[in-house]
């Protein structure tokens, strides 16, 4: 199904979709995607900007209680559920706003496709693989990066659609308009 126009309705309305999204996803990613060792969490404070989910690894799990990580392991982190078009504050996306914070490499989001999908991969270089989507476009499976060149891919379509088919009638029907 393609990608929904989510400006014409309410921010509440996205945001109900956006948060039973980011259980979709953190759901699918525990439900075999995940190697051993590996588990995704919603909304865990890591430092910095809070995530929409966390994919963790744990030296030991003992530690998960306690809050901290195998830092000698891997953190990544799945924010890739922001689908608004760019804004007066981000007039070229946010994958742009972020990118500016780490690099001076240039970024333009093309004219017929204003919404970004977004990996990050921190190490061994700080790399983004961006996809430029228009609206009715699928979204596109993402890399979330686990470790160094090690990851597996984010099923953004799927999830979406699992989301999509649970949100009531009503709530689509306003989306459709």
């Given at each position: 199904m393609p990608m929904h126009d989510w400006t014409r309705v309410r921010s509440g309305v996205f945001h109900n979709f956006h948060v039973l999204w980011i259980s979709?996803?953190?759901?699918?990613?525990?439900?075999?995607?995940l190697p051993r060792g590996y588990l995704a969490?919603?909304?865990?404070?890591?430092?910095?900007?809070?995530?929409?989910?966390?994919?963790?690894?744990?030296?030991?799990?003992?530690?998960?209680?306690?809050?901290?990580?195998?830092?000698?392991?891997?953190?990544?982190?799945?924010?890739?559920?922001?689908?608004?078009?760019p804004g007066p504050r981000d007039p070229q996306g946010i994958h742009k706003a972020i990118w500016d914070l780490v690099t001076d490499q240039s970024?333009?989001?093309?004219?017929?496709?204003?919404?970004?999908?977004?990996?990050?991969?921190?190490?061994?270089?700080?790399?983004?693989?961006?996809e430029p989507i228009a609206l009715g476009s699928l979204l596109p499976d993402m890399p979330l990066f686990l470790h160094c060149d090690f990851y597996v891919q984010a099923p953004l379509e799927m999830t979406y659609m699992d989301t999509w088919n649970v949100l009531p009638q009503t709530l689509r029907d306003l989306v459709l308009q």
């Amino acid at each position: 199904m393609p990608m929904h126009d989510w400006t014409r309705v309410r921010s509440g309305v996205f945001h109900n979709f956006h948060v039973l999204w980011i259980s979709t996803i953190t759901n699918r990613l525990n439900s075999g995607l995940l190697p051993r060792g590996y588990l995704a969490m919603a909304e865990q404070v890591v430092g910095g900007p809070e995530p929409d989910v966390v994919a963790l690894q744990f030296n030991d799990f003992e530690r998960l209680n306690s809050g901290e990580t195998g830092r000698s392991g891997g953190l990544a982190v799945v924010d890739a559920v922001a689908l608004a078009p760019p804004g007066p504050r981000d007039p070229q996306g946010i994958h742009k706003a972020i990118w500016d914070l780490v690099t001076d490499q240039s970024f333009e989001l093309p004219a017929d496709r204003q919404i970004t999908i977004a990996a990050y991969q921190a190490l061994p270089i700080k790399t983004a693989y961006i996809e430029p989507i228009a609206l009715g476009s699928l979204l596109p499976d993402m890399p979330l990066f686990l470790h160094c060149d090690f990851y597996v891919q984010a099923p953004l379509e799927m999830t979406y659609m699992d989301t999509w088919n649970v949100l009531p009638q009503t709530l689509r029907d306003l989306v459709l308009q």
